[in-house]
Structures are given as structure tokens and as C-alpha cells.
């Protein structure tokens, strides 16, 4: 079946670093969708991507979505506390939303 | 936007006691996903519903779960003779179309001794 697989499953970043996640399906995607789950909360959805070579950015934030439409990636500029969170990939080959592990960020300032 | 709600919040059962969880969606959303978290992993699939449509279910999905949508609005998950790894976050999410991001509820934690 379908998977979808990140790395680093954790990342430890002084305040200030940059910081990247990638994502890796086995199946080429529809779309691929980015959440951040704060401790304690929910998942929280950040974006979506459809388009393979897709790029967008949200303030401090840049996702991409591979051109074969089998990879993403999360990079994260100059990283704050209010960063700390589990950020997931979920993507769509077929009718349900499959999500990876995630990577957990902790920030020291 | 009232979001999606669950209830409970929390559930501590006996191993072999059946439970039954609620969840309310968005109200015009005709999508509702079920997943289940546990500590360190991501959310997995369970099933999900398009209006009172069932429209899969994983195959990881053991036939002790049951999962219904009535009326298209709220939905219940039951699993019966519960055992203790099925203790974890039960998590129900709801969204407008199938294109559309989910939503997802606080999630109703599970603990089965």
C-alpha cells in the first residue's frame, strides 16, 4: 500500500537556524498536503500542493512538491520557539490522506 | 466556524468493555475522516465518510471497529472487546470536498487497562 516516509524524525535547532523536513512517497501524489501539531494539539493544516515543481511560501516557511510529484519538502528560515511542533506530510494517491511520522522540532533560544 | 468537536476527551476502559466515540464535523463539510495516533507516529487512516456513505476503510481496520454516519452529520466509532493496543488518540477530522484540507477535533484519548 501506499506510504509516505520523513526524515529527520527529529531535529533539535538553536533559535535562529534553519531548519528542512522531507517527505518521500512510494506512489506519485495528487496532491501532498503539510499539518504542524503543536504538544498537546492537533494536527493543523499549513498548506497544500498540486502541481509538480510547485513552490510556496508562507512568511518564513517554503514548500516545494517534487517534480515527479514523489517527494516534498518543509524549510523553515531562521527558526522561533513559536516553531516548536511535530510537522507532518499527508499525501493522496488515491481517496484517503496518508500521513508520514513526522518530524519533531524543539528550538532552544 | 464552531470546528469539529469529540466526546470524550478522555476514556479509561476495562480490556473486553466495548466504547463508543462521538464526533461532530464542521457543519457543511460532507467529508469525515477517522485516524488513530499514537505516541511518536503520525495519524493513521481508519476510515472515512461522504455524507452517510462509508467510502473506505483501511485494511488494518480489525472488525472489532465500527464506524457510521447516519444522518451525514455526526458520527460514532465503536470498537468492541477492547484490548490494551488499542489504547491511543482517537482523532476525527472533516472536510469540505475531497480536495479540501482536513479539520481535525481535539481527539478522544483512549487508555485501556
Known amino acids: 500500500g501506499q506510504q509516505v516516509m520523513q526524515i529527520p524524525q527529529y531535529q533539535h535547532v538553536q533559535e535562529g537556524e534553519d531548519f528542512t523536513t522531507y517527505c518521500n512517497s512510494s506512489?506519485?501524489?495528487?496532491?501532498i498536503q503539510w499539518y504542524k501539531q503543536r504538544p498537546g494539539g492537533h494536527p493543523v493544516f499549513l498548506i497544500q500542493l498540486v502541481k509538480s515543481g510547485e513552490v510556496k511560501k508562507q512568511k518564513r516557511l517554503t514548500f516545494q512538491f517534487g517534480e515527479a510529484k514523489k517527494n516534498s519538502s518543509l524549510h523553515i528560515t531562521a527558526t522561533q520557539t513559536t516553531d516548536v511542533g511535530t510537522y507532518f506530510c499527508?499525501?493522496?494517491?488515491?481517496?484517503?490522506?496518508?500521513f508520514g511520522k513526522g518530524t519533531t522540532l524543539s528550538v532552544s533560544s | 466556524d464552531t470546528g469539529v468537536s469529540q466526546d470524550p476527551r478522555h476514556k479509561i476502559t476495562k480490556r473486553g468493555q466495548n466504547v463508543t466515540f462521538r464526533c461532530d464535523p464542521i457543519s457543511e463539510h460532507n467529508r469525515l475522516y477517522w485516524y488513530r495516533q499514537t505516541l511518536g507516529q503520525g495519524p493513521e487512516f481508519l476510515t472515512y465518510f461522504q455524507n452517510e456513505a462509508q467510502l473506505e476503510k483501511s485494511r488494518l481496520l480489525s472488525d472489532r471497529f465500527s464506524a457510521e454516519r447516519p444522518k451525514g452529520s455526526f458520527s460514532t466509532l465503536e470498537i468492541q472487546r477492547t484490548e490494551q493496543g488499542d489504547s491511543a488518540m482517537y482523532l476525527c477530522?472533516?472536510?469540505?470536498?475531497?480536495?479540501?484540507?482536513?479539520?481535525f477535533g481535539n481527539g478522544t484519548r483512549l487508555t485501556v487497562t
Open positions: 499527508a499525501g493522496k494517491a488515491g481517496t484517503a490522506l496518508i
Open positions: 506512489t506519485t501524489l495528487s496532491n
Open positions: 477530522a472533516s472536510s469540505a470536498d475531497s480536495n479540501s484540507p482536513l479539520h
